[in-house]
């Protein structure tokens, strides 16, 4: 019970206790520090934020060299399935990544690798240049040579997700990005040829702010998806939506790397005899 | 001495210094105490919980009596307007009825209540009877303020129940009417069991239970005004509905609008019990909308693009919804009249979500992010806001992720989640945001929704 009471009389005057104690405890010499902290503790409780950590270097004067990380997940698959590259340079003026062109400096790319690859990442900057690289072992699938013309050595669900890939969103954003339109075109020319096939489009979000809203969020982002797929001449009635909010993330560290794989439309085949 | 001279000037800094800091936010606090009727320091009531007298043979009368008289002082510790006397500085005598207490012992260093709760307890055959008495330890010769008998089965759980009873007494006669939350329960998401579905606990944390299991996961527990239905949102394979569970029939019963195209989330009960608003996508964008508690009368009160999501009335007049919508991008808070006119924006940036009414129609809480963006930790708290000022306190701070924030029906105190490292609890705390206290422990606790009584 005591604690009970002492716990709530420091609760009731945290700031007052806390000042109380701190003045007779300076020193002179540390009290030209106390100033400048007090200070700038003051202006920091005014806007209610938190004190960014002081950095007490130098600025340098040459150009850092630009960092690059670079990762494929999962790192192994079978032939006909996606792999997420995402990548994070910082310092970089300009990045390419071998095989797919130049690339923002940060982002995530779906991609279906047909045998086993190693993914090479430039970054370029004033202070020079850092290479990053992934490597992919694509595992051939069913025993057959990977040939991904041929319906015969893939399963549909495999075929299903080389032709018809999760799309990928900004932080707060359900707009399609330009370059998701060429694999939304894709897979509307997909369900075009398969027309027995019908879809449920999953909205994800990453995992920070409230459950609701980010249930109303993955829901325009599968919407958005459904959208673009109907305009391409597919059939309402062949896609369901069904939001996951952030109930069923791929990825669960909170980096935002990670955080880009939860932001997806994604797809997969409605075995559902539903609407 | 020339140092010294600067020392002092210093000195004189600093001591400015602290006072903007201690000015600041106790000004700002204010509005708070006043409008949840939360008294600080002094103003607090200094009242003494005797331990109750055990009456009888009984071997089941000590064991409901340490339940009693642990639940009552805490019931009263917590109520926020009590400064209670610790039991160590209170007169060794445990008084069983008016008779028997010296209240000028009481009034009297060190205890120095103001008022003594006292009374005896008995149990006999199963049965459990408390008397219990409020007295004005300043006023000796007055009659009791509170004179009540309580009954229950001898239990744990009514022993407890009885206390309760008790407290909620107590705080109504000594808190300006405003009854107590003792008897108050808390509805919550918790995935435990495997996956999330509905459970709740008495507002203590105590009796903590599964009550409602439904499709894949639920979420968004709201419990009607009359402790009768609950609304949740359930994930099925046909998608997002809001299911309605009867405790008075023991089974879900139909609400059509809840099960209609889209995904259907967050409902909300007006205060009268005769009202649901809920976020809908039908339309293929979530909107609010609203209809009867027997589905009639469906309205759709939003209309933008973008999410529009957890709503909630306001308790007091049931004229005005406030909810959450990303039509300008970044979620922020709203506030609208039931008819989906006078929209106002409450919040001026940031991630501002799951708002909740206070009973007394004074404040909204909310969780925010003031610097939400890319790359940015995603640290969220919960704030109080008066909406006629549109003034702000900031609740938490630097303390996990915090959502969720609801009012128990005093509006004194909040519930609210609170994630640390991956770990989510529910905890409550006061409308100031002192007395922080944890209710649950297995880290997969969400969502928690505080009863109307």
Known sequence: MNMHQNLRQMATHPTKSISKRSIPLITRKTFALSLVLIASLAVVSGCKKKPAPQTATAPVATAPSPVAQLTATPSTITAGDQVVLSWKTTDATSVSIDGIGTVPSSGVKTVTPTMTTTYHLTARGEGGSTDATATVTVNPAQAAVAVPENNQTMTAEQMFKANVQDIFFDYDSYDVRTSDNSVLSKAAAYLAAHPEIKVVIGGYCDDRGSNEYNLALGENRANAAKKMLVQDGVAPNRLRVVSYGKERPFCTEETESCWQQNRRAGFSMDSSSGN | MIFDFRFLRRLAWVGAACCALMALPVQAQDWVHIGSNIPVGTQRIRLAAADMKPVGNDPQTPVMKATFDTTLFHDLANAGIFEMVSKSMAPTAMPGSPQEINLAQ???????????????????????????????????????????????????????TLAHQFADDIIAALGGGVRGIAETKIYFVSARGGSKQIWAMDYDGENQHQVARAGILSLSPRISPDNSRLA?????????????????????????????????????????????????????????????????????????????????????????????????????IYIMDTDGGNVQRMTDGGYAISPSWSPNGQFLAFSW?????????????????????????QLTHDSGSNDFPS????????????????????????????EQQQLTRTGKDFMPNWSWK
Not at chain 2, 370 to 387: C, E, L, N, S, T
Not at chain 2, 407 to 414: E, F, G, M
Not at chain 2, 418 to 431: F, V, Y
Request: proline share 7%.
């Open chain 2, 369 to 393: 992010n003031r610097k939400y963006g890319p790359g940015a930790p995603g640290g969220q708290d919960i704030y109080v806001m008066d909406i006629a000022s549109l003034r702000w306190l």
């Open chain 2, 407 to 434: 009012w128990s029906p005093d509006s004194r105190h909040l519930v609210f989640e609170r994630s640390i490292n991956g770990h989510t609890s529910i905890w409550t705390m006061l409308a100031d945001g002192t």
């Open chain 2, 106 to 160: 009481w009034a009297a260093a060190p205890a120095n209540a103001a008022f003594v709760a006292y009374g005896a307890l008995s149990s006999t055959g199963g049965h459990l009877v408390v008397y219990g008495w409020l007295q004005d330890d300043r006023n000796a010769g007055t009659p009791p303020i509170l004179t009540k008998q309580y009954s229950g089965d001898a239990n744990d759980d009514q022993a407890r």
């Open chain 2, 232 to 332: 949740f949102a359930s994930l099925s394979n046909s998608g997002w509905a809001i299911r309605m569970y009867s405790f008075d029939l023991g089974r879900f019963v139909a609400f059509p609008p809840g099960t209609q195209g889209g995904s259907n989330l967050s409902p909300a009960w007006s205060a009268d019990g005769n009202h649901i608003a809920f976020s809908s996508s039908r339309s293929g964008d979530p909107e609010i909308w609203t209809c009867d508690t027997n589905g009639g009368n469906l309205k759709r009160l939003t209309a933008f693009r973008g999410p529009d999501v957890s709503p909630v009335w306001n308790p007091r007049t049931g004229a005005q919804i406030a909810w959450v919508s990303g039509r300008t991008g970044l979620p922020q």
